[in-house]
Structure formats: structure tokens, C-alpha cells
């Protein structure tokens, strides 16, 4: 998304861009608010980013028949199960994600097989893509997705990394949060919503006109 974002700011895209990873917030956009549709980042969530290049080329590069791939997914948003069942969210007639577990599920799966997770030896995560990234563990919080995507766009036009501590501003559980965010020279207005009451106030602000805001996390 930071990538994007910079590409609309430098070519003239429709802002502000709002953030498509939530397939609540996906189909909350497209039931009540569809004049924003394209307002919207054109990335997949993660989930179905991942479900996709699993059965991609994950498949090809280890020479495995996609249909003979699995893929389950763990999340802990219960609008996940209606995501993966999206029928865009496919190819050649197999779902990238077969199936999804909320975070719940997979607790109570792990009780009734009686596994006892403290006392099990720690072992080191797969990463068949690469080494995990800070911007990987802030996207799960509020406002995380907002400040990785700022700090990719300030690297991609600077080629440094972000010291500005103002993006912290947007972190936190508050209804709605704002902020100023200098990227080389340029002030973007930024603004995190938690929950859908909340971004339906900011979606209100902008049909009425409101025209200082860049990004937008929901």
C-alpha cells in the first residue's frame, strides 16, 4: 500500500486512499458507500495475498500441483470465512484459501487435543518468502497498517528509513486518529478509524466536501 500511495500521489490517483485489507469494512464500502469504491488500494488482504502465492508460486517453485495444496488460514476476524469464500478470490476454479480458523477455533482445537503449549520445545518459524519485517508485526494493531505503509512510502521516495515519530501518533485504540506526516517535504494528512461507526463518520466528512485527508485506515 505504500507503494501505491506514492504512485497516486505522484500520478494523480483518487485520494484519499483507504486501506482494503478488513473484507468487513470491504463489503461495508461496497453496500453503503460505493461512490468510494475506487478510493479504495487495489491490495489484497494478506490472507489473500498469501493464498495466492502459495497456490502460485510457491506451487510452481517446489513443482507441486496447486490442487493438491491445502491452505488453511488463521485469523483472528470471523469476516476472514466470508473473504476466502469470495469468488474472485480464486483461479482455474480452486479458492487461493480453502479454509479459515479464527484465532478462538484454533485455541479450542489445541485443548482438545490436549497439547500443552508451554511445555513444548520452541522451534523457529518457517520463512519460505524471507525474513519477517517490523511492518509485518505492526499491521495486526490499530493504526499499524497506516504507519508500515507511511514508513515503505518515505523509504520509496527517500531511500531512508522514517525517524519521524509522528506516525506513532496514530497508533492506539481511540475511535478516530489524526495526524501530519512529513515525507520529504510534503505534508500528508492521515487518519485511522477504529471500527465501522467510526470510519462512516470520516466517509460523512468526505461526501460533505473534507479534502486535507491522503490515507485512511479502517
Given at each position: ?19 482494503s ?7 461495508f ?81 489445541i485443548r ?7 511445555n ?21 494493531a ?77
Amino acid at each position: 500500500e505504500g507503494s501505491e500511495l506514492v504512485h497516486r500521489l505522484t500520478n494523480g490517483g483518487r485520494l484519499p486512499m483507504l486501506t482494503s485489507c478488513s473484507p468487513g469494512w470491504i463489503k461495508f464500502i461496497e453496500t453503503f458507500y460505493p461512490e468510494f469504491l475506487e478510493n479504495l488500494s487495489t491490495c489484497k488482504s494478506p490472507q489473500q495475498m498469501m493464498g495466492a502465492i502459495i497456490k502460485g508460486y510457491f506451487a510452481e517453485r517446489e513443482g507441486i500441483d496447486p490442487a493438491r495444496i491445502y491452505s488453511v488460514s488463521i485469523m483472528p476476524c470471523t469476516a476472514k470465512k466470508f473473504e476466502a469464500g469470495r469468488p474472485e478470490m480464486g483461479r482455474h476454479g480452486m479458492a487461493d484459501i480453502d479454509a479459515v480458523l479464527t484465532t478462538r477455533e484454533l485455541a479450542r482445537i489445541i485443548r482438545m487435543r490436549g497439547l500443552d503449549l508451554r511445555n513444548m520445545e520452541p522451534e523457529t518459524a518457517d520463512t519460505p518468502f524471507g525474513e519477517r519485517t517490523t511492518a509485518g508485526k505492526l499491521f495486526g494493531a490499530s493504526g499499524g497498517v497506516m504507519e508500515a505503509a507511511i514508513r515503505t512510502a518515505h523509504y520509496l521516495v527517500t531511500g531512508k528509513e522514517m525517524t519521524d515519530p509522528v506516525v506513532a501518533a496514530v497508533r492506539g485504540t481511540e475511535g478516530i486518529k489524526e495526524a501530519k506526516v512529513q515525507v520529504n517535504g510534503t505534508e500528508l494528512g492521515v487518519a485511522v478509524a477504529n471500527g465501522l461507526g467510526n470510519a462512516a463518520k470520516l466517509l460523512e466528512q468526505l461526501r460533505r466536501g473534507r479534502s486535507d485527508l491522503h490515507f485512511i485506515e479502517v
